[in-house]
């Protein structure tokens, strides 16, 4: 899965964790539980609407507040594909590449993208494409072992990977 | 090129002479913390890598301090995950209702961060230790289980920001009041992927309380960690608590700062965050006329014994607004033993709050104090995003113990200093 291809949902600055996965449904962490309740708080209409492969682009500090795991969890787990944003919160940013959720920084891709555009990106180059507008953006690439984790569904998968491989 | 104290820190720890800002680090782990929300996440991670045992008992802290005592059956169920992990791996520093309190207060508590540590918490106020002069950040529940299992977590050297703090914080202005200002002045992400180094001679004038508060709060600039410097109240401090040694870092003379801010701690005002974000603060002067349904009083913030202390100290001989919920809640065990001894409760009883045994419990939306729509809380707590205690239409004002003690009487955001005795 190292491209990504969606109709993007568009969110402002400091999306926090709470808003991601409010804290009232943190007494369970079945993934397909905290998906039904992803962006409830900012989006009420987000689980209802969003399909496999959709894409999230944000402004500055994506994620930031509570370092709850369940945060990137319930957006991979309702289908995102992708979160773009023009900064990401620490921990968030570490706990997506953990848990297999490809995020990208790009600022100009956060100014120029459009609720409801169609998004493409590919992970290897790091071009981001709106295919609604034309226009083109080019984010950091992942390196290939942050490709191996993400296709390997995360961190542990990867380590089993690597395991395996010795 | 000089390196700043937190740099210092993850060289020891990584086996190098020196580290620089940017560089990715593989370093040992003093110390692993979970909670009852995110180490069910982690055990479910750590039991993918096929490792049998954590890579060492006396070095997993695990606490169920968020949804505890127990609020419903999947919270229990939760805990129950944690408690039989506990078990089996025999993990030492597991602490059962009757020994629990909320993490961030309870560790250093224990004596289980020492000067110099290096740690991690799958919750994000894991940066409270900075005050010891440890270095610790919150991670996520896979980073947590990669800790558990290796002892091991890699990290990009953060730069820094100094705060020179300067003077002597007046009359009802404490920790929090210092970090609120701080974080209104540069932002929820002033400090990303940064350390908040604090240092000057204001640090003297601090207590470890308000270091503990200021410490905690870094996480709401997007800091990385923040922390103090290791002087007498700290050494005293560890010498009551800690049995380990303390290793001292100091920064070096010429570690590079992305920039220094300096702070004149006697210029600071009782200062609140109002909704919806930790930087939108106003001094207690400015912030007009806000009626309210709720205090909240505790959390790993603010309800250590000197919270609890200056709360007393101004609710005493007066009574909670006929329209208010206060709501007390001692951070740990220790505390609350404490606080009763001390006379305290009578104080809260008598003006009409209640007590609550230790937990995290409103701070997040959990249990024991949710706001209904359209409901204003003042709170000691860290966060007031949209829905933080409840409903997505209620709302928190962040402030210190003095102000919500003062909130408390007059059933209005209020200034301490108008309370009368």
Known sequence: ?166 | MGMTMTQKILAAHAGLPSVRAGQLIMADLDLVLGNDITAPVAIGEFDKFGCEKVFDRDKVALVPDHFTPNKDIKAAEQCKCMRSFAHSQEITNYFEIGQMGVEHALLPEKGLVGAGDLVIGADSHTCTYGALGAFSTGVGSTDMACGMATGKAWFKVPSAIRFHLTGKPGRHVGGKDVILHIIGMIGVDGALYQSMEFEGPGVASLSMDDRFTIANMAIEAGAKNGIFPVDSQTLAYLKEHCPKEPKVYEADSDAEYDRTIEIDLGSIRPTVAFPHLPENTKVIDDVGEVKIDQVVIGSCTNGRISDLRVAADILKGHSVAPWVRCIVIPATQKIWKQAMDEGLFTIFIDAGAIVSTPTCGPCLGGHMGILGAGERAVSTTNRNFVGRMGHVESEVYLASPAVAAASAITGYIADPEKIGK
């Open chain 1, 1 to 166: 899965m190292m491209q990504a291809k969606g109709k993007v949902f568009k969110y402002g600055d400091n999306v926090d964790t709470d808003v991601i996965i409010p804290a009232r449904y943190l007494n369970t962490s079945v993934h397909a539980e905290l998906a039904k309740h992803c962006m409830e708080d900012i989006d009420s209409t987000f689980v209802q609407n969003v399909q496999d492969g959709d894409i999230i682009v944000a402004q500055k500090n994506f994620g930031c507040g509570s370092s709850r795991e369940h945060a990137p969890i319930a957006i991979k787990a309702s289908g995102v594909s992708c979160v773009i944003a023009k900064t990401f919160a620490r921990i968030f940013y570490r706990n997506a590449i953990n848990i297999g959720l490809p995020i990208l920084e790009c600022p100009q891709a956060c100014d120029a993208i459009s609720q409801g555009d169609v998004v493409s990106v590919d992970f290897s180059t790091g071009t981001i494409v709106d295919e609604t507008t034309g226009q083109r953006f080019q984010a950091e690439p992942f390196p290939p072992f942050m490709q191996e984790l993400i296709a390997a569904g995360g961190l542990a998968g990867y380590i089993a990977k690597q395991n395996e491989k010795k």
